[in-house]
Structure formats: structure tokens, C-alpha cells
Nanobody
């Protein structure tokens, strides 16, 4: 499994921005699809964005146009730039790695510990 550590969460006002980063321990990081998921209190974990090993991206409709996922294979990192944040974006955000491209959480076998994002109104 890949060891993943997220950073960059915090408290921000609505309309603000945050950048999350996820550092991976695995030297073969470049071969993994990387996803960002989030889980709000009392809600199920939901997919936010995915980036393939080739750079193909997918975004949930709720964040499309506001969030950008990117990866730096030289640094073994994946980032999530979050702009125009809304209170409903408040959640714990998780970085995850999968051996193949997938939009299903069960196909991601490595997860970070999560980082809290709170958006105040």
C-alpha cells in the first residue's frame, strides 16, 4: 500500500480558497490513479475529483469549475485547488490511491488520514 499524508486543510470564509496537498511514499506513484474524497458529518463519503496516471481528470458536478486536481509525479504529490468555497464544501477531505482508474471508493486501497476543511458562511 501507498502511504498518503494530506495537508492544507483549515477554516476559510465562503468564497475563499484552499489548496490541499497529498504526499505519497511510493516510488511508483506515477502509476497510480489518485482521488480526493470528502465526508461531511452524517453523510456518506463522496468522490470529489480523480486524476489518472496520464493526467485525465474527473470532477463531481458539485465542484466542477471550482476545484482543480493536479499531480506532480516528480514530487509524488497530488493537489486539490479549491476556489469559490461554499459552506456545503465543509468536510474531511481524503486522498486515496488506486492501481487503476476508478470512480468507486472500494477500488482505492490506500487512504490518507484526512484533513478538515471548514467553510464559514
Amino acid at each position: 500500500q501507498v502511504q498518503l499524508v494530506e495537508t492544507g486543510g483549515g477554516l476559510v470564509q465562503a468564497g475563499g480558497a484552499l489548496r490541499l496537498s497529498c504526499a505519497a511514499s511510493e516510488r511508483t506513484f506515477r502509476n497510480y490513479a489518485m482521488g480526493w474524497y470528502r465526508q461531511a458529518p452524517g453523510k456518506e463519503r463522496e468522490l470529489v475529483a480523480v486524476i489518472s496516471s496520464f493526467g485525465t481528470t474527473y470532477y463531481a458536478d458539485s465542484v466542477k469549475g471550482r476545484f482543480t486536481i493536479s499531480r506532480d509525479n516528480a514530487k509524488n504529490t497530488v493537489n486539490l485547488q479549491m476556489n469559490s468555497l461554499k459552506p456545503e464544501d465543509t468536510a474531511v477531505y481524503y486522498c486515496a490511491a488506486a492501481a487503476v482508474w476508478s470512480l468507486r471508493a472500494q477500488n482505492y486501497d490506500s487512504w490518507g488520514q484526512g484533513t478538515q476543511v471548514t467553510v464559514s458562511s
